[in-house]
Every structure is written in C-alpha cells, then in structure tokens.
C-alpha cells in the first residue's frame, strides 16, 4: 500500500524557487479550490506550466472552499484534492492554504510568474492578492477558460436525473434570497416555511452587508448565509461580484431569485440567465416612486394610498411584470419610518403569498432548457 500523499510546506516551495532562480529558470504559481478535476482545469494547468520551468498549486482548505462555495462544497477532501493534483504532470508541487486569499503565500513565495484562469483580468483581480504580486515583482498572465467545462457544469450534468423534481408541480420551489438591511421580509418567509404556508426551501442567502441583520437571521435559521463583498463604492456593484453572484445562484440550483432590500443593481450574467426567475418586493404601489426612499416620496407627494408591489425583474429597475400588490393608506402626521413598517406589515403577507402561488401564476422554474 503506497504511504499517503503529504503536500509540500511553503518552505518546500520557497527552497524550490530559490533553486530556480539562481539558474536563471522561472516557478509559476498558481492557486484555486480544483474540487472536481475535469479536461479544462488540466488544459489550464499545461499552459500555465508552460510560462516557466516548475509549477506549484495551492489549493483552498476545506475550510476555506467553504467559506468560498458555501457548505456543500468541497466534494472532495483537501488530501485527495492535492493528491490527484501533484499526479498530473505540469505540476511539480502543491501546497494547501487556508485563507479565502492567496495573499500570505505569494508573498512568502514570490513566484516569478502567476497564472490565473478565466475571465479574470488583471484589474479585477483580488487588489491584496495584486498588490503583494506586484511587490514579489511576480509577472501576471491570465489563461483562457476552456469554454464548456467547469465544475460546477459538471455537478449539473450529474444532477440531471433529477429532473422529474424539477417538473413536479407540487416540488418545493428552491429559492435564493438576496438582501442588504433589516430582513425582516426574510424572517416573513422563513415564518411562512415554517408554517406550511410557503412550500418553499432557501437554498441560500446573499447579502452584500457583511453586519447586516438579513445574514444575521438566515444564520440564526441554519441556512446558507453567505456575504459577498460588492466594492468600495455602494452604489455599484462590481462585475466580479456579479459574477460571484451568478455562480453561487449556479451551484445552488435555484429556481427563484427573490430581493428583499437588496440595495445592489444585478445585472449580467444573473439577469439574463434568471429571466422571469427574479422577483422583487418594492414599498410603492409601481409604478409610482420607483427607485430608493419610496415612502418619503409617497409622503411628498401628498398622496393618500401608497402599499408594496411584489414584480418581476428586468434591466430596467422598478419596471418588470407586476405579479401583486397590496394598498396602504397614508395617514395624517405619517414619518417615512412610520409608513414603511405599515407597508411592511403587507409585504411579510404578500410576498411569500407571490411565491406560493409562483407555479400556478405560469412562472418558469428552474428545469428543461434553464441553466
Ligand atoms: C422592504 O420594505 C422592501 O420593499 C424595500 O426594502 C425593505 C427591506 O426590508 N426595498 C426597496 O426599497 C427596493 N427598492 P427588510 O430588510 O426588513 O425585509
């Protein structure tokens, strides 16, 4: 019986790339989860292999591919994953770490070269992990993908025969819920679950507030909370967070995407690939008071009725398909604070309602000729 595969230290590998450099040869590095090996990550591996002399991997902890790809994940442990990875033959040596970024390592390695897949490019990479690779005066190359094979197309294929679930009319509808503040709307759902009145599973909750009360509650509930971190700037939503959205809606299999109070604009890929699969709870009666602050807007307005709007989400914000609304009247004397808790009181009944009833509105599920 052949000894257990042990993975290299970052001395191993700081030996070997000082070897390396005193003749005058290069060590590429490269990191990643690699969970589930396939034809792409090896095409991957060669051209990257090829922009030196010696390749070392490093590989995401188990811990740290949870934290990256949410609980179900990584299918194979960090010790079969180095295993199969040292087997291939671009790679000379692989090492595990821990840390959701590659940051300490580069920095402990100083790699002439560092490759990195995808449709990353070099301003969207990691700004820690870019700065300590420009300190290591590391030189940055960024592979193609090889169109039509990732893991996660892979673990699709696979669950495929799955598929008399996704036609049944009485399936469980599996959503996603994404937000930014209180979730109480979350809480409402998570109630109507509980109750029997939502046949409905979260499958995961995104929020673009590391502190907020919405991941608060989908932890407290046991559910996949994850925070995905959109940029400096809060008004926008960085196409790398976008991406990372989309991925983990991808791995989760949803079929609904619900905003509850996210304040974020989706856009591509998740706004095409979910068309009609995206619902939003906004606090006006749409199309009036489109946008942020809408009770105060009801309240400038002088206008006597306001509610919430359950609707579609398209490109245009606050424009998509309205699936149900619900009135509210203004009173005398209301402050914004005091109209939106009212408004609230509504949507905690009428959205989860929207959503029991998604099927038997004619709305699309995730299945046959969806992603
Ligand atoms: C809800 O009132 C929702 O309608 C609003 O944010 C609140 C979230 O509350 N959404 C918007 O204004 C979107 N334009 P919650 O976090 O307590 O569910």
Redesign the pocket.
Known sequence: MPADYTPATIADVRRLRDTLDQQGKKLVFTNGCFDLLHAGHVRYLEQARALGDAMVVALNSDASVRALKGPDRPLNSQNDRAEVMAALRAVDAVVIFDDARATALIEAIRPHVYAKGGDYTVESLNREERSALEAAGSQISILPLVPGRSTTSTINKMLATDCTLASNANARLRLAVL??????????IISAIQAGTLNAEIAIALSDQSES??LQIAREAGLSALFVDGGANPRKFSDAAQKEIFEHLERARVDVVV?????RILKDPVISAYAGRIV????SLLPKHK??N?PQLAIDAGDSETG?TVHLVTAEI?AGRILAQAAVPVNAGDTAEKL?AR??TE?HKLLPKVLNEWRELGLPVRGAGQP
């Open positions: 937000g930014s503040g209180a979730g109480s709307n979350l809480r409402a009360s919405f905003l509850i109070g996210f304040m939003n709870v906004h606090p946008g942020a809408a919430c606050d939106h408004i609230k949507e």
